[in-house]
């Protein structure tokens, strides 16, 4: 069953495949942390977030304190990436695939990252800063296939 825009549910592996065939581009996530579920969620301009829930977490749950990964469609993600860059509350670095990652000093928990010839921004957003950026920085995000 696909999934509508606008819709969360409980994500397997499967359930990733089916929102990435739904907005015709891959979706981004990380192995599952242990005792995490993943949870799917499609907007209706092909965005697509994958949300690691632990504990009593249910679908849905509006507490910000869970792993995220969002698939954003953006025209050339990466020069949009470089030129957001330049702020003077933005910090980056460059990937080794050439791409890079960049944070705002006001908003560090949310690192977004672009890659050479991807139309794809993907954003990682946990609580911990700095678990956020060592995850784009050792390449653990990557297409969920």
Known sequence: MPI?????CAGDVATTRRAGQAVGHDVYGVAAPAGTRPEVTRG???EVWVRYLS????VGDPRAEYLTIGTYPRADALAAAKAAADGEQQRSSELPDGGVMLWSLERPESVYAASP??????EVYSPDAARARALVADGAVAPLR
């Open 117 to 122: 010839g991807s139309d794809l921004l993907v």
């Open 55 to 58: 504990g009593d977490a249910k």
């Open 44 to 46: 209706s301009g092909g």
């Open 4 to 8: 509508a825009a606008n819709e969360a």
